[in-house]
């Protein structure tokens, strides 16, 4: 069930896709459904935390495999990774900006989950930022987190293939390019 109402969260918006089309898609009878999650809203909160659960262990992977690379470069190829995925078939943004546009109430739980989302990757960000040497890692990570809703929107919306180079461009600026003595 929560498969069948991933993909169809991602791919059509959570307001456009009714629970009894996930039962039939999924094959599970309603009372199956309802036992597991008793409003729609509990589903698309666990489907915002799967969402969570596999870019954390997306982004450990990343890490661990990172983890003898200057900081600065870890920083840079984790844009790349995230303008590579932004350039696969199917993408169509970031699921959690998309599902703070169907709930504007940031009381709702759903915001909830969208919002440790959003702590969770400005923290990872900072940490980055603060190894790399950064005097004002939250700060810089809080204009990361621009500059990656801007790749969710923009790897969507515009030349996917064209991001890698306004990434490295803005991450130049704002980290200081490369060969920078101050860096």
Known sequence: MLDTASTLFYAEGVHAVGVDRIIAEAAVAKATFYHHFPAKDTLVHAYLTEQFEA??????????DSASLPPREVLVRFFDLIVEIGRRPGFRGCPFI???????????????????????FRTMVADLLTAAGDARPRAGADILMLLRDGLAVGCYLDDAAAMRGIVHDALDRILGAPDDPKR
């Open 55 to 64: 870019q954390r262990r997306t982004v450990a992977d990343f890490l661990a």
């Open 98 to 120: 998309n599902a703070a546009a169907e709930f504007p109430d940031v009381a709702h739980p759903v915001r909830g989950a969208i919002l440790e989302h959003r702590v969770w």
